[in-house]
Nanobody, 114 residues
Framework: QVQFVESGGGLVQPGGSLRLSCAAS????????MGWYRQAPGKQRERVAT???????NYVDSVKGRFTISRDNAKNTVYLQMNSLKPEDTAVYYC????????WGQGTQVTVSS
């Protein structure tokens, strides 16, 4: 079983930036695809970005051009660079394996507000 620890969230003004990290530990971490998800209050969790082991990325339309997902397989870590943040990006952000989901981590809170 793999454990995920997300970090890097915080309070930021609209237009600001944050870089989230997801560190994986436990069983061998070799997922072909990893993803970042978010859950806003009162809403279902949604997947916002994925990255393959080869570096191919995919994004939900609402974050295209603003968010960049990347991974460092040697460090068992996945990142999410978030630029031009908007209030609607406010949510708890999580990482997981879209193909074979592991237990969810605690997530990291991102709040975009002036």
């Amino acid at each position: 079983q793999v454990q995920f620890v997300e970090s890097g969230g915080g309070l930021v003004q609209p237009g600001g930036s944050l870089r989230l990290s997801c560190a994986a530990s436990g069983s061998i971490f070799r997922p072909i695809v990893m993803g970042w998800y978010r859950q806003a209050p009162g809403k279902q969790r949604e997947r916002v970005a994925t990255v393959t082991s080869g570096g191919t990325t995919n994004y939900v339309d609402s974050v295209k051009g603003r968010f960049t997902i990347s991974r460092d397989n040697a460090k068992n870590t996945v990142y999410l660079q978030m630029n031009s943040l908007k209030p609607e990006d406010t949510a708890v952000y999580y990482c997981n394996n879209p193909s074979f989901p592991e237990p969810w981590g605690q997530g990291t809170q991102v709040t975009v507000s002036s």
